[in-house]
């Protein structure tokens, strides 16, 4: 298990960039995939990118050319930068690790609040 805290939320305005910052407790070198997901009240939480270990990663379609996730192993850190935003990108971001697929436990953070508005 590995605790998962975001940082770097807050207020944008439309078109703006932002980068969220997701710091694990221990080492994620081993952590097999690690990803963000978001979620606006009373909607389902939603996968916006993922990276697994090997460096391979997965975009949600409405993210895809502005969103990257970048993980830095020596660091234990994995990164969501956002640019071009828009207004429905608003929601609260949470970051999560999943050991290794045979393992179907998810740790998450506690989240992290973005709004984008003018």
């Known amino acids: 298990q590995v605790q998962l805290v975001e940082s770097g939320g807050g207020l944008v305005q439309p078109g703006g960039s932002l980068r969220l910052s997701c710091a694990a407790s221990?080492?994620?070198?081993?952590?097999?995939?690690m990803g963000w997901y978001r979620q606006v009240l009373g909607k389902q939480r939603e996968l916006v990118a993922a990276?697994?270990?090997?460096?391979?990663?997965n975009y949600a379609d409405s993210v895809k050319g502005r969103f990257t996730i970048p993980r830095d192993n020596a660091k234990n850190m994995v990164y969501l930068q956002r640019n071009s935003l828009k207004p429905e990108d608003t929601a609260v971001y949470y970051c999560?690790?999943?050991?290794?697929?045979?393992?179907?436990?998810?740790?998450w953070g506690q989240g992290t609040q973005v709004t984008v508005s003018s």
């Open positions: 999560n690790a999943r050991q290794s697929p045979a393992d179907p436990r998810i740790d």
């Open positions: 990276i697994i270990s090997g460096g391979s990663t």
């Open positions: 221990a080492s994620i070198f081993s952590i097999w995939r």
